[in-house]
Every structure is written in structure tokens, then in C-alpha cells.
């Protein structure tokens, strides 16, 4: 289906009113959420389906896929109020848009499940126009559907596609695995591979790319691991055949392999489903999150005990993972969920944005000295 773009603000907004969908009226949520103290956090946006991946326009703008409806809609925070109070359409009909990515301040591309679009963008109006499919032809669908990009200090577009399956031997190399591209497209190269599923990627201040892979399924409540890994390239990280650390897998053994392939950088809790993450850069929170680690666990499906659906905290030093402590809590009550983190994004002004593709609402998680301990 060729993509709609640039669609009439009044009529995408009267569009939107219609369907109950627009910015958020206040700070109320569905239930407390916990976090460390000093901060903060309140609704930015909601009613807008089901929200994943997030980028911010040279504007200010927040841009987000929301891939069951094929759109990616822009937001804006036009009084800085905290809160987005104008809703667009920046492109729609699209198969299952996911990952969001700009290369310069007019260049937006767009990762669906088959291809990545580019688009020309305007800052000022966010209008997207004059789609271009410069990879036309990614392994598309299966049991990880999602496509997530990003462009590194070198210029070029690393696109994470997930495996077809839970475990199993993959016809394409391109699956479970790391592609880098050309910005036009061109040059096609299996940068990272066995990564089952590594719908985060981000790159550090070092120029480092890293993800967050789901382990598979099946093997207990305890058992893999979900992984935080530095993606090298020419590296293996050992999917299907191995788990955690170099665990050779019961259904797709392979003899002396996991051996020879890339360790972890750090493990956490099996089932939490990591998925968005970010390096904190910002001004914001306090000198001590600078170059710490956000992720968003979208929590267990298929755990006898329910685990995830908040935002951690992964503590670096020297450019490695340390520790990880929790930030954000409160979506999980008992056995009740009312909310499921995405992605996480740092916002111009510092704050920390949570896409919840359950609740349909994006989060502001702001920091005041004024609220922390002894603070005035």
C-alpha cells in the first residue's frame, strides 16, 4: 500500500478528535507510578492506539510510530507545558512502521516491516513528503515484525530485524541480526548476527552501537536471560544455538559454536522483554544519570509469574554496564497490568519520554530539585 503523506492538519485533527484521540489533559494516569525522588511524571500525550518508537525533530517535536494503524503521528508541546496540545499526521498507510530515525533535519526515514522509506521533512510544518523506499526488500513479518533503525557517527543506517520464529534455523542471514546500510541504501552488510531479537538499538557518545535482545521462549521462568550487548561487527551472538553465557540451547545444539561466540555485556531478568533504550544525555536529572542507561521492559507474556512493564536504570562505568536498579514502577499491581513501557527517549529539554503501547500514552518523567529531599 503506497503511504500517505503530509495530510491536512485541520483534517487529521478533526480525525482525531473524533476517534477520542488528542493530547493529554493533565498529569492524571490510571495509577501511581514510583520513582526515585525528585522526579516526576506525568501524561505527555495518550488515546493514541498503540505508541512504539520515538524521535524528536530538530524542532522539538515528538514524531512516533504507531504500527497497527500505520501511521506515524507528530506531536508538539507548542507553550512548553509539558504536555503535547497539537496532534498530526505525519504519514499513514504504512505497513507497520516502527523505527524512526532523521539523518539531518529534513531527512525522516521511517523502518516498516518490509522496507525503510526515506522522506523529505520540514522542521517548521512537520510535513513529511516525497517517499522513497531506499531498502526496498527486508525480510518482512514473522513472529518479530518490528524493524528498528538508527544511523551511526559513521553515517550509516543500522537496521535490527528480528527472527522469524522463537528458535529455529533462519533461510535468511538478514534475520536476527544487525544490517548496515548505506543512507541511500546502498552497501548492504551483515554487521551483527544470532541476536533473536534486538528491537532497541542506540548508539553511545563513544560512537558504540548496543541492544537489548528477548531471549526465547519455553525453557522456565528463569531461563535465558534477556541480554545487553555491545553489537561488534562481524561478531555472533549466539542464536539459535546458544543462550546467556555461551548455554547451548536444547532444541538447535551445535557442537563447540557457543564457544565462539560473542559473551554478554550484561544479563537481566528472563521474560522482562526489553525493548526501547537510551543513553541519558541530557541536563536535566541530576550529573550522576549522565551516561546511564534507560530501558523500557514491556514486560512477560507467557510467565507463571508476571515480571517487567517498567523502566530501568543501568548504571555504566567506564563505558560498561554495572548495576541496574529499577526507575519507573507501577504499571504491574499484584497481577493487574494497566500499562507496558516501549521506548524511552531523552526530549530536548531533558526530560525522559515513555512511549505505553497498552495504555495509548506517551510519558514525561521530569526531574526538580524542588521535590527531591531538602530541596526548596
Known amino acids: 500500500m503506497a503511504p500517505r503523506v503530509g495530510a491536512p492538519i485541520a483534517a487529521v485533527l478533526l480525525a482525531w478528535v473524533s476517534s477520542g484521540a488528542g493530547p493529554a489533559a493533565g498529569a492524571d494516569l490510571p495509577g501511581p507510578i514510583a520513582l526515585p525522588p525528585g522526579f516526576s511524571i506525568s501524561a505527555f500525550a495518550s488515546g493514541l492506539g498503540s505508541p512504539r518508537f520515538m524521535a524528536w525533530s530538530a524542532r522539538g517535536d515528538l514524531l512516533v510510530s504507531i504500527p497497527r494503524r500505520g501511521q506515524v503521528v507528530g506531536l508538539r508541546d507548542t507553550v512548553r507545558a509539558g504536555r503535547a496540545d497539537r496532534t498530526w499526521m505525519v504519514a499513514e498507510g504504512l505497513d507497520l512502521p516502527h523505527g524512526l530515525a532523521f539523518r539531518d533535519p529534513q531527512t525522516l526515514y521511517v523502518a516498516e516491516t518490509g522496507r525503510v522509506v526515506r522522506y523529505r521533512y520540514d522542521p517548521g510544518t512537520g510535513a513529511a513528503s516525497s517517499p522513497t523506499a531506499v531498502v526496498p526488500d527486508l525480510p518482512a513479518r514473522g513472529v518479530h515484525f518490528t524493524r528498528t533503525i538508527a544511523f551511526g557517527p ?131 536529572f541530576p550529573a550522576a544519570y549522565r551516561g546511564d542507561l534507560f530501558i523500557g521492559f514491556h514486560g512477560s507474556w507467557n510467565r507463571s509469574t508476571k515480571t517487567g512493564y517498567k523502566v530501568v536504570r543501568v548504571r555504566m562505568r567506564d563505558g560498561r554496564p554495572a548495576a541496574i536498579e529499577d526507575f519507573a514502577t507501577g504499571w504491574l499491581v499484584g497481577d493487574r497490568v494497566w500499562g507496558r513501557p516501549v521506548d524511552v527517549s531523552v526530549g530536548p529539554e531533558g526530560a525522559l519520554y515513555v512511549s505505553d503501547d497498552y495504555a495509548g500514552s506517551i510519558y514525561r518523567i521530569a526531574y526538580s530539585p524542588r521535590e527531591a529531599p531538602g530541596g526548596r
Open 154 to 284: 559513521d553515517g550509516g543506517l543500522y537496521v535490527s530485524i528480528g527472527s522469524s520464529c522463537n528458535v529455529c534455523i533462519e533461510r535468511d542471514p538478514r534475520r536476527a541480526a544487525v544490517v548496515r546500510y548505506n543512507a541511500d541504501g546502498s552497501g548492504e552488510h551483515l554487521f551483527g548476527q544470532g541476536l533473536r531479537n534486538a528491537v532497541g538499538i542506540t548508539f553511545d557518545e563513544r560512537g558504540r552501537l548496543w541492544g537489548v535482545v528477548n531471549g526465547r521462549d519455553w525453557l522456565g521462568d528463569e531461563f535465558p536471560p534477556e541480554i545487553l550487548v555491545q553489537i561488534k561487527d562481524g561478531k555472533h551472538y549466539g542464536w539459535p544455538h546458544c543462550n546467556g553465557r555461551r548455554i547451548p540451547d536444547p532444541d538447535q545444539p551445535r557442537p563447540g559454536f557457543c564457544e565462539t561466540v560473542e559473551l554478554p555485556d550484561f544479563e537481566m531478568q528472563a521474560h522482562s522483554a526489553p525493548l526501547g533504550l537510551t543513553f541519558y544525555t541530557g541536563h536535566m
